[in-house]
């Protein structure tokens, strides 16, 4: 199996509810990444856990609440979220993070179908 | 701090014809990366390029990279239009982050 899968692929929320992004992968991938992405711009980096410890926040909003309940599963927590986190929310695995895939790997980042997060 | 750049951001190219997208970035970094992603969709991998010279193709795609340089390209052969769409190419850093370059944006028209 080489595929990561997201759910929901559509979420519209309001400001005061809280919901949860999930992202599986049942590649034996100890690396998982969160990332968002506006329209027409690149991915931003939110989080990175590495065998399910939180390794890189990128300053990203509390609002904002990731959990790696074991090596498969990601989630993506949200609350009071504004209008302007309406973007594509897409969570991507790899191997290992960084040299610990060896200096002579590909490591490749494999990334979910995402989920279209609109916030009104 | 690692910054990648793409040139051109746009390119709207006619079938059949060669092009050459080019995407540099600004500190040493042991891993390159291109993806490509059509419209609403998510990011699909084509090359991870790891040492100088390496050189990786796939169909009408090749991809190189100059570590010297901080430079990789991807070139398109005879281009079709199913080739449209964005194309992104992005670094690692030594703290495990991977930086994406702005896109370029690809339309290929009869």
């Known amino acids: 199996d080489t595929e990561v899968t997201q759910t929901p692929k559509h979420l519209v929320m309001g400001m005061t509810n809280k919901k949860s992004l999930k992202c599986e992968q049942h590649?034996?991938?100890?690396?998982m990444y969160w990332y968002k992405q506006k329209a027409k711009k690149p991915p931003e980096l939110m989080f990175v856990?590495?065998?399910?410890?939180?390794?890189i926040n990128e300053s990203v909003p509390s609002r904002f609440s990731p959990e790696c309940p074991n090596s498969s599963l990601l989630n993506l927590h949200l609350h009071a979220l504004q209008p302007e986190d309406s973007a594509l929310y897409l969570c991507?695995?790899?191997?290992?993070?960084?040299?610990?895939?060896?200096?002579?790997?590909?490591?490749?980042?494999?990334f979910g179908p995402g989920t279209r997060l609109t916030v009104l | 701090e690692l910054k990648v750049e793409q040139n051109p951001l746009f390119l709207s190219m006619q079938e059949g014809k060669n092009y050459t997208i080019y995407c540099n970035y600004s500190?040493?970094?042991?891993?390159l990366y291109w993806y490509r992603q059509d419209p609403g969709k998510s990011l699909e991998s084509l090359f991870v390029?790891?040492?100088?010279?390496a050189v990786k193709q796939e169909g009408r795609l090749m991809a190189s990279l100059d570590t010297k340089a901080r430079l990789s390209t991807l070139h398109i052969t005879a281009a079709v239009h199913d080739l449209s769409a964005t194309y992104f190419c992005?670094?690692?850093?030594?703290?495990?982050?991977?930086?994406f370059g702005p896109g370029t944006s690809l339309s290929v028209i009869p």
């Open positions: 390029l790891l040492s100088n010279g």
């Open positions: 590649m034996g991938h100890r690396a």
């Open positions: 992005a670094a690692k850093t030594s703290y495990d982050k991977v930086i």
């Open positions: 856990y590495s065998y399910e410890k939180l390794s």
């Open positions: 991507a695995s790899s191997q290992e993070l960084g040299l610990a895939g060896g200096p002579g790997t590909y490591n490749e980042q494999f």
């Open positions: 500190t040493t970094s042991d891993r």
